[in-house]
């Protein structure tokens, strides 16, 4: 019997040979199938919801609904409708001696994504490795194990169907020795992504010996600058920080000019009524202090900077310039995303040319660091890092390249 390593380099050699139109064509009949197959994934999922306590800030990663199904076939579609990334002609040069030299796209091969309680990954990840020619292979968490093996289920059931090989898609066992195989899968895979918070990539980054690409923790930071809109800055902090906590681009800090300490308790008004808890520095405690709920108000400690809260809480840092926000903002950024809310254009265009992050934001919610958001169909992650891929993730940064040489019979002297 053939391993999984085995069988999914097998399978990259078939899928080489498929066209554009056939990816396109299979990849719309599968977004048609989900929705007909709700019941099924819904259940499973409703079985690994029953294994997780509700007030668990991850639960909303692991649920999902027939409204989020709903979404995750219409970014499919999306997906499907996008040009290939591969095959494509990057350069194109002839040397003196006549030789002719192309450089052109190709896909990795075999990607590997480790990624906690977010089955929707599953979909997402599928979608973007067929469409880009890759096989994958996915190491879901435990918590999602049901939920993932229905959805994978459903994709080896539309790939038979097409007479394709059901190796394009490997879902791993859940636990740790299935991660550490693939973590060693030398050879075999050529490119791991994991997708979760901080623990999970400084797990893998020690560990692989596959190549990775970092991924997902996100320390966000927003700063309201002296010259900041307070109606602007506002709705961004509310959206940025409770649209959905649980993502990685949602609000950690926002720090605040001290010039607008008076501002604060309106800024922050609207997060009382999703019960957000604060953590402020003295400055930014005395101006909310009394006007905002006391049982939400704590002073900061040693762990409120520099942490992915991944829940309903916030932490305050006042400052007396840009500069100082932007230093805060260099010790504790995980380099994700980072906001600054002005009406200065050069505080603007400072911040933004200062700033180390893979997304640099001027009056905009980082609640937008969304593959689907920027333009890219989907995402397989927001990469941290700067080598080969920075920020969202799309269809482009599955690719890799190769050289294409022709002559007429060169030689070197």
Same mark, same amino acid.
């Given at each position: 019997? %053939?391993?999984?390593? %085995?069988?999914?380099?097998?399978?990259?050699?078939?899928?080489?040979?498929?066209?554009?139109?056939?990816?396109?064509?299979?990849?719309?009949?599968?977004?048609?199938?989900?929705?007909?197959?709700?019941?099924?994934?819904?259940?499973?999922?409703?079985?690994?919801?029953?294994?997780?306590?509700?007030?668990?800030?991850?639960?909303?990663?692991?649920?999902?609904?027939?409204?989020?199904?709903?979404?995750?076939? *219409?970014?499919?579609?999306?997906?499907?409708?996008?040009? =290939?990334?591969?095959?494509?002609?990057? =350069?194109?040069?002839?040397? @003196?001696?006549?030789?002719?030299?192309?450089?052109?796209? +190709?896909? /990795?091969? +075999?990607?590997?994504?480790?990624?906690?309680?977010?089955?929707?990954?599953?979909?997402?990840? /599928?979608?973007?490795?067929?469409?880009?020619?890759?096989?994958?292979?996915?190491?879901?968490?435990?918590?999602?194990? %049901?939920?993932?093996?229905?959805?994978?289920?459903?994709?080896?059931?539309?790939?038979?169907?097409?007479?394709?090989?059901?190796?394009?898609?490997?879902?791993? @066992?859940?636990?740790?020795?299935?991660?550490?195989?693939?973590?060693?899968?030398?050879?075999? +895979?050529d490119l791991i992504i994991p997708r979760g918070g901080k623990g999970l990539i400084d797990f893998v980054r020690t560990n692989s010996k596959? @190549?990775?690409?970092?991924?997902?923790?996100?320390?966000?930071?927003?700063?309201?600058?002296?010259?900041?809109?307070?109606?602007?800055?506002?709705?961004?902090?509310?959206?940025?920080?409770?649209?959905?906590?649980?993502?990685?681009?949602?609000?950690?800090?926002?720090?605040?000019?001290?010039?607008?300490?008076?501002?604060?308790?309106?800024?922050?008004?609207?997060?009382?009524?999703?019960s957000v808890v604060i953590y402020a520095d003295d400055e930014a405690y005395e101006a909310l202090a009394g006007k905002y709920p006391y049982?939400?108000?704590?002073?900061?400690?040693?762990?409120?900077?520099?942490?992915?809260?991944?829940?309903?809480k916030l932490a305050i840092k006042t400052v007396a310039n840009l500069q100082q926000a932007i230093e805060h903002i260099a010790k504790y950024?995980?380099?994700?995303?980072?906001?600054?809310?002005?009406?200065?254009?050069?505080?603007?265009?400072? /911040?933004?040319?200062?700033?180390?992050? *893979?997304?640099?934001?001027?009056?905009?919610?980082?609640?937008?660091?969304?593959?689907? %958001? /920027?333009?890219?169909?989907?995402?397989?992650?927001?990469?941290?890092?700067?080598?080969?891929?920075?920020?969202?993730?799309?269809? *482009?940064?599955?690719?890799?390249?190769?050289?294409?040489?022709?002559?007429?019979?060169?030689?070197?002297?």
């Amino acid at each position: 019997m %053939q391993t999984w390593q %085995q069988n999914a380099q097998s399978a990259v050699s078939k899928f080489n040979l498929l066209n554009e139109e056939n990816i396109k064509t299979l990849l719309l009949q599968l977004a048609d199938s989900i929705l007909p197959n709700a019941d099924k994934i819904l259940e499973a999922n409703s079985q690994d919801l029953a294994e997780m306590d509700k007030s668990n800030p991850m639960y909303d990663r692991l649920q999902l609904t027939e409204s989020r199904l709903e979404g995750i076939a *219409a970014d499919m579609r999306n997906v499907a409708d996008l040009p =290939s990334p591969f095959g494509k002609t990057l =350069s194109e040069t002839i040397r @003196p001696n006549g030789m002719k030299i192309k450089k052109i796209s +190709v896909p /990795f091969g +075999v990607v590997g994504v480790i990624y906690e309680a977010r089955p929707n990954v599953s979909f997402d990840v /599928f979608s973007l490795c067929f469409k880009s020619g890759n096989v994958c292979v996915l190491k879901g968490g435990s918590d999602a194990y %049901q939920s993932n093996l229905a959805i994978v289920n459903l994709i080896k059931k539309v790939l038979c169907e097409n007479g394709l090989d059901e190796n394009i898609v490997t879902l791993l @066992p859940a636990g740790r020795d299935a991660t550490a195989e693939l973590m060693n899968a030398t050879g075999t +895979v050529d490119l791991i992504i994991p997708r979760g918070g901080k623990g999970l990539i400084d797990f893998v980054r020690t560990n692989s010996k596959v @190549p990775m690409i970092e991924t997902g923790a996100g320390i966000v930071h927003s700063y309201f600058d002296e010259d900041g809109d307070k109606e602007k800055g506002k709705n961004i902090i509310f959206n940025a920080k409770t649209r959905r906590v649980s993502v990685c681009n949602a609000l950690d800090c926002l720090i605040i000019n001290q010039k607008r300490l008076n501002d604060l308790p309106y800024i922050c008004d609207d997060l009382a009524e999703k019960s957000v808890v604060i953590y402020a520095d003295d400055e930014a405690y005395e101006a909310l202090a009394g006007k905002y709920p006391y049982d939400l108000l704590l002073h900061v400690d040693e762990t409120s900077y520099g942490t992915e809260f991944l829940d309903y809480k916030l932490a305050i840092k006042t400052v007396a310039n840009l500069q100082q926000a932007i230093e805060h903002i260099a010790k504790y950024s995980s380099r994700h995303s980072e906001c600054i809310i002005t009406e200065n254009e050069e505080n603007s265009e400072y /911040f933004t040319k200062v700033v180390d992050a *893979a997304c640099v934001y001027t009056n905009v919610s980082t609640a937008f660091t969304d593959g689907a %958001q /920027f333009g890219l169909g989907a995402e397989i992650g927001i990469s941290t890092q700067k080598l080969h891929a920075r920020g969202p993730m799309g269809l *482009a940064e599955l690719c890799t390249y190769k050289w294409i040489v022709n002559g007429e019979g060169q030689t070197r002297n």
